[in-house]
């Protein structure tokens, strides 16, 4: 059993930032990733991390603005968000899944991310 707790979320300006942090309090050889799911929308694979933070991947929407990466040493992870935009609006939830590819695993209960002009 896995417990995530997000914080970080807020309410920005379109091309401000912000970081998501994900307190795991045990993510030891599990695979870390953010999801999304904005209002009427499906849940959304943002950005992953392998356990060992050797490879990541990103959706085509974000990529080049967000960047996930980890601090093993205190079972953190984080998502740093710049440039953000109004689709970016949504919740975001942490995920730890021993098998990088496919969904399962543990959730956070999420953070609000809300992107307004």
């Known amino acids: 059993q896995v417990q995530l707790v997000e914080s970080g979320g807020g309410l920005v300006q379109p091309g401000e930032s912000l970081r998501l942090s994900c307190a795991a309090s045990?993510?030891?050889?599990?695979?870390m990733k953010w999801y999304r799911q904005a209002p009427g929308k499906e849940r959304e694979l943002v950005a992953r991390?392998?356990?060992?933070?050797?490879?990541?991947t990103y959706a085509d929407s974000v990529k080049g603005r967000f960047t996930i990466y980890g601090d093993g040493t205190k079972n953190l992870v984080y998502l740093q968000m710049n440039n953000l935009k109004l689709e970016d609006t949504a919740m975001y939830y942490c995920?730890?899944?021993?098998?990088?590819?496919?969904?399962?695993?543990?959730w956070g209960q999420g953070t609000q991310v809300t992107v307004s002009s």
């Open positions: 991390i392998t356990s060992t933070g050797g490879f990541t």
């Open positions: 995920n730890a899944h021993r098998d990088f590819w496919t969904t399962g695993g543990f």
């Open positions: 045990d993510n030891t050889n599990y695979n």
